[in-house]
């Protein structure tokens, strides 16, 4: 058995790739430093910097090595480690699962830690319409002969509390890139913000629609160049401040993190069972019903885990990532409930 890995910086960013299970045998070393050589060389590398080194996982004998003491950033390329780890505590055939339960005229949803729920890519890729979700949740209310419910629960307890990672930067908090990791997680715990010109005013509206959030609309309207969109939060979790300038044409979007997606979600869940002609509360509770009696699962989501290494790889996803920590910490735990960043580091 040998280990690579391949460190690869460039254009002020850095890959691994490490390749776990490639066939190893003395005389192959002469093609494999051929193969990697002719990777290294490409002439579309030529901005990039390479170090490299190929070990015999069985032997620890180094097979193959280039600037392999280069120190480099990891970066992303700790996406590789993370997905290692869930591959190994959570196996291939893991899947992240959401559950929908019915005690009486109270209704429960129970999060699994799943990042991908909600997530237009994957739902798209299934052939799942966009907000299929809570139309499949009204449709199951409707057969067990619900018509108003008392109490909307979210139970995200499969995660601690803390959404924000302590080692993550202030000042990246307000990017997609650095939301929220929730026990339930919904559109990638994020929003986008978007405006447009309407005759001479600049209007701001978001996807998914709700009315969780509060804009206070700071755009310009400009008669000549490129529309451009920030957003911004403010002491209030879901008030944000919507500024820049907006061009006749094509306005301008902005992908923003949401502080509390559970509530987040909690809220868009009675958005679309209000529309649905189910009466909801007024208001969401957040709270573990482990320990509850009578609760009837009535719709169960999975999402499996090859599904999440996709995007947590390919696609670079963040809170795919972190949500293998934490999935980790909940699923190998003696005596506790929430899955946390120090347990599933370690």
Known sequence: ????????????????????????APPADASLTSDINAIVTRKSQKNAHF????????????????????????????KIISSAAALHYLGPNYEFTTKVGLRGRTLVVIGGGDPLLGDPE????????????????AGALAENGVKSLDEIIIDTAFFD??????????DDLNQDYACEVSG??????????????????????????????????????????????AVLHNAQPNKLLVKGKCAPGAGASAD????????????????????????????VTQRYTGKEKGIKIIRTYKTPMADVLKRCNTDSLNLAAEAFIKTISAE???????GEWPHGQT
């Open 1 to 24: 058995m040998i280990r690579e890995a391949i460190m690869v910086k460039g254009f002020g960013k850095i890959l691994i790739i490490a390749l776990l299970g490639f066939c190893f």
């Open 51 to 78: 170090a490299v080194r190929v070990v015999n996982a069985s032997t620890g004998r180094t097979a193959y090595a280039r600037y392999a003491d280069e120190l480099m950033i990891p970066a992303s390329n700790m």
């Open 122 to 137: 994957t739902d798209e890729k299934h052939g799942r319409k966009p907000g299929r979700l809570f139309a499949d949740i």
């Open 161 to 170: 509390d803390n959404g924000v990672c302590p080692n993550w930067s202030a």
């Open 184 to 229: 339930l997680n919904y559109n990638l715990n994020c929003i986008r913000v978007s405006a447009k010109r309407y005759g001479s005013k600049a209007i701001v509206y978001v996807e998914p629609q709700t009315n969780y959030f509060t804009f206070v609309n700071k755009m310009k309207s400009v008669s000549k160049g490129k529309s451009a969109i």
């Open 256 to 283: 923003v993190a949401i502080k509390k997606p559970a509530g987040f979600f909690g809220v868009l869940l009675a958005e679309n069972l209000s529309r649905a002609g189910i009466r909801v509360p007024k208001q």
């Open 332 to 338: 190998n735990t003696a005596g506790r409930i929430n």
